[in-house]
């Protein structure tokens, strides 16, 4: 039976554009059922209902994280979804979120974990010296950026780099590994990624 998927977001939302775009394949192990932003202005809201996805904004302002988490797990449910993905989705989920959804939330995040976990890990990897970076598909569970990984995706860190050259390199990654690992979630194996930037490692 074909995953029903939901994606957070908070931003621009462009690995949630990565997400639908593979999802619009029928081959695709999951289809969308719902994009949640905590943000009304997330700019991501917008192109999701270009592509006839379903759209639904909870504000966490102004209310307790127990009240927010609450109305997201409603939402889910309502939707009836199968998995969550995270896709600059700025809001820590607390543990009891997570253990309601238990092996069923993924996330994206810009390092190469358990590296530079946290924010500011472009920053982080430009001052450790590092010769290599990425970005990496993991489970989410109570620990911070510390769940199973699943995927990563691997760029060089080149001399001239400054913070935001090295994560829009990243970013090109992010797009691409994303998918694959979702797809590699749910049980259908993707074929190992190489271009001249990165490369996906399973």
């Known amino acids: 039976m074909t995953t029903r998927v939901a994606i957070l977001i908070s931003g621009l939302g462009s690995n949630m554009v990565a997400l639908l775009d593979a999802m619009a394949d029928a081959a695709f192990p999951a289809v969308p059922a719902l994009v949640i932003s905590n943000r009304a202005d997330a700019a991501g809201l917008e192109k999701a209902q270009a592509v006839g996805v ?18 997201l797990d409603e939402a889910l449910r309502a939707a009836n979804v199968g998995l969550i993905c995270l896709a600059g989705f700025m809001r820590v989920l607390s543990a009891d979120f997570v253990s309601a959804w238990p092996g069923k939330i993924l996330n994206i995040h810009p390092s190469l974990l358990p590296a530079f976990r946290g924010l500011h890990v472009h920053e982080q990897a430009l ?5 290599v970076s990425g970005c ?12 199973p990984i699943i995927g990563q995706g691997v760029v060089p860190v080149r001399d001239a780099d400054n913070p935001a050259t090295l994560a829009a390199r990243v970013q090109r990654a992010e797009h691409i590994v994303y998918p694959a690992a979702l797809a590699r979630a749910l ?14 490692v399973v």
């Open 54 to 71: 379903a759209t639904q904004v909870i504000p966490h302002r102004g209310k307790t994280k127990p009240q927010f988490e609450r109305e």
């Open 127 to 131: 001052e450790a010296g590092v010769k």
């Open 136 to 147: 990496t598909v993991h489970w989410v569970t109570a620990e911070l950026d510390g769940g």
């Open 187 to 200: 049980g259908k194996e993707p074929e190992t990624l190489e271009t001249s930037d990165f490369l996906f």
